[in-house]
């Protein structure tokens, strides 16, 4: 995970442009120390992380979160692609506790 200090637009809305720093971390500072990357992110402005660490056979999936948030410039990576929204089961939390 690749954290960044926050701002603020001039609307008030938090940003936290992490393009460069996940580019960066990725594919050079951290790319020795894991066997495979899992981008959460449907931002096409990361298609070139992509292009590399597949080239490399480092990507395992691009993660998210339904297909109205993929970039068009991903098209090119659908193997990869997990769409949260379709995952929904596997990952909710169930309450298993039944009630005496």
Do not use: Q, W
Not at 35 to 60: M, N, P, Q, T
């Amino acid at each position: 995970m690749v954290f960044k200090p926050t701002t603020k637009d001039g609307s008030g809305k938090l940003k936290g442009n992490i393009d460069a720093e996940l580019v960066l971390h990725s594919a050079a500072i951290e790319f020795g120390k894991y066997d495979k990357a899992v981008i959460a992110s449907g931002d096409g402005d990361f298609r070139c992380l992509h292009e590399y660490l597949a080239k490399k056979g480092k990507l395992r999936n691009i993660i998210i979160p339904n297909k109205l948030s993929a970039s068009s410039l991903l098209k090119d990576f659908e193997e990869y692609k997990v769409f949260i929204e379709y995952e929904k089961e596997k990952l909710e939390y169930k309450n298993e506790r039944r009630h005496l």
